[in-house]
């Protein structure tokens, strides 16, 4: 069993930068692949990106290509995830996901993928 924190989430201006960090329980969080998604009251959760149990492999939506970049560090059972050139679009809550042996060979943007979610943080990005 593995439970999950998100922290960081805050109010930023368009243009500016958030660092969203996600805490996890358990001695096996390096062996998970890690997503992180978002959500938009009254829309579905957004992929955002993924990452690998060994940070080597990442994944992003091409809505955040080039603006968002994952990453993690084992030994302190954190991934991250860096938001820069924020837009308003990007308001939203953010969740980070787990997968247990997770090896992104799968359907890692899609919801249904993750066996563990924590509850969320509000990121709200004004223009």
């Known amino acids: 069993q593995v439970a999950l924190v998100e922290s960081g989430g805050g109010l930023v201006q368009a243009g500016g930068s958030l660092r969203l960090s996600c805490a996890a329980s358990?001695?096996?969080?390096?062996?998970?692949?890690m997503g992180w998604f978002r959500q938009v009251p009254g829309n579905e959760r957004e992929f955002v990106g993924a990452?690998?149990?060994?940070?080597?492999?990442?994944y992003y939506s091409d809505s955040v290509k080039g603006r968002f970049t994952i990453s993690r560090d084992n030994a302190k059972n954190t991934v991250y995830l860096q938001m820069n050139s924020l837009k308003p679009e990007d308001t939203a809550v953010y969740y980070c996901?787990?997968?247990?042996?997770?090896?992104?060979?799968?359907?890692?943007?899609?919801?249904?993928?993750?066996?563990?979610w924590g509850q969320g943080t509000q990121v709200t990005v004004s223009s």
């Open positions: 990452i690998s149990w060994n940070g080597v492999t990442t």
């Open positions: 996901a787990g997968k247990s042996w997770g090896s992104l060979s799968g359907r890692y943007y899609s919801q249904e993928y993750y066996d563990y």
């Open positions: 358990g001695r096996t969080f390096s062996s998970y692949a």
